[in-house]
């Protein structure tokens, strides 16, 4: 089988628990902060943190408009939680000039779920992955509306734990979706011990590589 390599954006977040989970599922995974890193894998993952705050530091470290290139010229990509706002073409209750480096024809909006108090966990049903998926909600956005090209793969299923902030106004939003090489969650699937999510964001990778001209 083939082992992609695939870069986890090392400028915030959880990082460690990317790396973990790409492991478990046959891919090479390293840390991405320097252009020549970026240039040089298969995909890329943008981890969960603070969208605003890693947008600067892409900015600081050189690699902003190196990934939106790469991403924009069909680099596989998997967005989690401030990921998933960073690959938004728009986004709600944003930051004052906000930066994103798109590739997902979507409408996210921002802090969705609440405050950090407001997190909570649960499980969804994800299109390609048989069976419940953990899901760890941690102030999360959620897509308010999508594209032609997107295709939706998950929704919240069932209210949020009691004393979370949330309540019935989550139920039925979308909070995973995908558009060609491009993969975005919510939620934290590399927090839940669960790799499936990461081994079908491998799969997208290594059928990437393997289209003539790759």
Excluded: Y
């Excluded at 995908?178 to 011990?193: C, D, I, K, N, S």
Aim: net charge negative.
């Amino acid at each position: 089988m083939l082992s992609p390599t695939i870069g986890v954006l090392a400028l915030q977040g959880d990082v460690r628990e990317h790396l973990r989970a790409l492991e478990a599922v046959g891919a090479e995974a390293v840390r991405c902060r320097r252009p020549e890193e970026i240039a040089s894998v298969d995909a890329l993952v943008l981890p969960g943190g603070e969208s605003t705050t890693m947008a600067k530091l892409a900015r600081t470290f050189g690699v902003f408009d190196l990934v939106r290139e790469r991403i924009a010229a069909g680099m596989p990509v998997l967005g989690t939680c401030a990921g998933m706002i960073l690959l938004a073409e728009r986004v709600l209750d944003g930051a004052e000039g906000q930066e994103t480096f798109g590739g997902l024809d979507v409408t996210v909006r921002r802090n969705a779920f609440g405050r950090q108090v407001d997190s909570f966990e649960g499980t969804v049903h994800l299109t390609g992955i048989e069976g419940a998926v953990p899901a760890v909600f941690i102030r999360a956005p959620w897509v308010e509306e999508v594209g032609a090209g997107v295709e939706v793969l998950a929704r919240v299923e069932e209210q949020p734990d009691e004393g979370s902030g949330v309540g019935r106004s989550a139920l039925g939003r979308i909070v995973a979706v995908r558009q060609g090489t491009v993969l975005a969650t919510a939620f934290h699937p590399e927090m839940g011990g669960d790799p499936r999510v990461h081994g079908l964001f491998a799969d997208m990778v290594r059928a990437a590589l393997d289209r003539p001209g790759s």
